[in-house]
């Protein structure tokens, strides 16, 4: 049963005429689905609310065709033919009780209309603002524009209305959205009755709210997103600011939610932001009005969720991510089954997906996004088949989550690992400057399988393929992980580099083994994630010299997609690390590495004592090799099936690890589909001709 000391959070919450079971709000976040995938973006909102959130919020939508953010995928409500779409999501969100919420996007200087092919409307003229420096400026909105988007916004909310939505929040945070960009002297450049002062600044959102509240107000809640503070100097709409606008504007909104600076600021990896990180710039906010408060942390502990709103803080617990990485998390807070959370480790996999423009993943929760597709359920797996037994041979992510997930199918499983620790990578990586965060996705699957009397867990058993075959498993999953590669095969070189034997090198494994080099230690960092810069940062501190070196313009460049590129150069640059872009390694020598650069191929020798090399990874696949050598044994052992998952067939993220542990799990005994594809997706309707 429910511990009392969380009695708090499941006390009702008015927000304007309409009422939230729970403090437990799903705030907007994105999922790369969007228009293009609206089915599976609506089972995925309809999974929150049968997991007992209060409030289900949409991500971003774009709500008139003068400003949408291509190549990026959000909902778009552009039209009536669009409110079916949205229809079936806001169904799905009320289908056990949330209140289903929609955010009304105008991206403003945000917005370059590369598909619409519109000239953007901004507040103030300037370059558009993108993460993509798109070569295109917005000019400024008239008076007369002024009154349009007004009558844009109040057709937005009807249609929203139409659509079954018993929330509206008008988007203004992150640095992205029409309302913040009237608030923002850094935006804001008018020098009319909607510019200058904050009165004057306020203006657009309280027209535009007062225009909708008489349109649906008697039937909607009307929500205002803010940021807490831009943190760009006295030019930009700062936390002092922010708290004079709320009391400006007591009961502008229905209720104010509240979101840290950029998204960057506001959903900054677990590397570099703690639990209710923002807890400093919201605290005493909720003192200046009568109207609710919601703010954001990426809140996993209830403890920390229910001293906020006793404390007065907040009013409500607003989670995108923990939201992803465990949509039952009220539930099983409700239920008293703390330790069956799945606790979000901050990765930022799940934003990668907007980013990428792609369906987005979960490091912790792999049926994320794949609820619609696949028809998985994230606390219910499907039937056991007709098999009894599997080995899983390796108990890294994919190993672990594969054995998790065949044990709630019924399998008796056993769980084979070469040394004396579960968690495979997991287990060594968090034990690196940040990272202690992600050691959640082994304890995790280690607690879960504790808990399963059909799942026998084998220590110090690095198995061949011959000890396999006398076993008698019915299934094998071979998960035996990958290892980093010593000889610089990866993007720059397709071949090993050229080495001088005498110059010490090593690998990211080395590092994690306890191996460490001295002195001078130039990393070259080809793979381009986030183990260069661990790395960098780890022998900085225990006091190298250190030079990273990467082809890239960027160091660690696809943490870009992650939200860190730039808090990671930024300590790096602080910690005294030199960081070279634009250069590849072309040889290591003797005391020193050639460099080359990445346009002009000109090259140059760099002095030092020991290299680390990020390359890529080495599959660990010998004993499937081994094992399919053997195939004709299989039957006289007892084997119908044999499959390597994971690292151990193609290296990647921790999430594509945990995924095809799950999606082993799932499709143990299935039916040959042949060619057909393995999951739904819906294609563009051909208009009448």
């Known amino acids: 049963m429910r511990d009392p000391r969380y009695d708090i959070l499941f006390e009702p919450l008015a927000i304007g005429p309409v009422t939230a079971k729970n403090r437990f709000y799903q705030v907007p976040h994105c999922n790369g689905g969007g228009y ?39 909902l778009r409500l552009w039209e009536d033919k669009d409110i079916p779409m949205l229809a079936k999501m806001a169904g799905k969100m009320k289908e056990h009780g949330a209140l289903a919420g929609i955010q009304l996007a105008y991206s403003g200087i945000n917005g370059p ?36 988007l007004r009558r844009w916004f109040v057709n937005a909310a009807k249609r929203s209305k139409a659509a079954g939505f018993d929330l509206i929040c008008l988007y203004g945070a992150h640095g992205f959205g029409i309302f913040q960009h009237f608030l923002s002297r850094a935006t804001n450049m008018r020098d009319d009755e909607y510019g200058g002062s904050l009165e004057n600044r306020s203006r657009f959102a309280r027209e535009v709210i007062a225009d909708m509240r008489e349109a649906v107000g008697d039937t909607m809640g009307i929500t205002l997103r803010v940021s807490l503070d831009e943190t760009i100097g006295d030019l930009g709409f700062s936390n002092a600011e922010v708290r004079d606008f709320v009391e400006m504007n007591k009961d502008l909104p229905d209720l104010w939610d509240l979101a840290h600076g950029t998204w960057e600021d506001c959903s900054g990896p677990s590397r570099f932001k703690e639990e209710a990180a923002q807890e400093a710039l919201v605290k005493g906010i909720r003192e200046l009005s009568s109207k609710p408060v919601v703010g954001v942390g990426r809140f996993t502990s209830p403890d920390v969720m229910a001293r906020m709103i006793r404390q007065g803080t907040l009013d409500a617990i607003g989670c995108a991510r923990p939201s ?72 890294g992510p994919a190993g672990l989550e594969a054995t998790r997930a065949l044990a709630e199918r019924g399998y008796d499983v056993a769980l084979a690992e070469a040394g004396t620790t579960l968690g495979g990578r997991v287990a060594r990586e968090r034990l690196l400057p940040g ?30 393929a011959e000890s396999i075959l006398e076993f008698g498993f019915e299934h094998v999953c071979l998960a035996t992980g990958a290892k980093w590669r010593r000889d610089g095969v990866s993007r720059q070189h397709v071949v090993p580099m050229p080495m001088d034997d005498s110059t ?43 030079t990273i070196v990467t082809p890239s313009a960027y160091l660690s460049d696809w943490t870009v997609n992650t939200l860190e590129q730039h808090t990671i150069h930024k300590r790096l640059a602080e910690m005294g690390v030199e960081i070279v872009l634009n250069r590849g ?91 057909a594809l393995p999951f739904r997706r819906e294609i563009t309707e051909l208009a009448a001709e």
């Open 504 to 546: 010490p090198i090593y690998t990211p494994d080395d590092i994690m083994d306890g191996k460490r080099p001295s002195g001078h230690v130039v990393i070259y960092d080809d793979d381009h994630y986030y183990m260069g810069g661990v790395l960098a940062e780890l022998l900085r501190q225990e006091g190298c010299e250190v």
């Open 36 to 74: 293009r995938d609206p089915s599976a973006a609506a089972a995925m909102r309809g999974i929150k609310s049968e997991g007992g959130w209060g409030v289900v919020f949409t991500e971003q939508c774009e709500m008139h065709h003068t400003s949408e953010i291509t190549p990026f995928i959000e």
């Open 324 to 395: 992803i990485a465990d949509p039952f998390l009220p539930k099983k807070v409700e239920e008293g089954r703390i330790d069956d959370i799945r606790e979000c480790i901050g990765c930022n996999i799940c934003i990668t997906g907007d980013m990428t423009m792609s369906i987005s993943r979960c490091t912790q929760n792999p049926t994320f996004m794949e609820e619609w597709r696949k028809g998985w359920h994230p606390e219910r797996m499907n039937a056991k088949g007709a098999s009894q037994s599997v080995l899983v041979v390796g108990s």
């Open 585 to 675: 390694v072309t040889r290591i020598g003797k005391g020193h590495v050639v460099t080359n650069c990445t346009y002009t191929d000109r090259t140059s020798e760099l002095g030092c004592d020991a290299v680390v090399v990020v390359a890529s990874k080495l599959e660990s696949n010998q004993v499937y090799a081994d094992l399919k050598a053997r195939e004709t044994d299989w039957a006289d052992a007892g084997i119908k099936t044999v499959k390597i998952i994971g690292d151990a067939e193609a290296p990647g993220p921790i999430a594509w690890a945990t995924y095809a542990g799950h999606r082993y799990a799932r499709e143990l005994d299935g039916e040959d589909i042949g060619d």
């Open 113 to 148: 209309n590369l598909y619409t092919k519109e000239v953007p409307r901004a507040v103030s003229p300037g370059p558009i603002r993108t993460f993509t420096n798109d070569p295109v400026q917005a000019r400024a909105l008239s008076k007369g524009e002024i009154k349009d």
């Open 435 to 464: 990272l202690s965060a992600w050691g959640r996705v082994a304890d995790y699957r280690e607690y879960q399988i504790s808990q399963k009397p059909n799942v026998q867990s084998y220590f110090d058993s690095e198995l061949d």
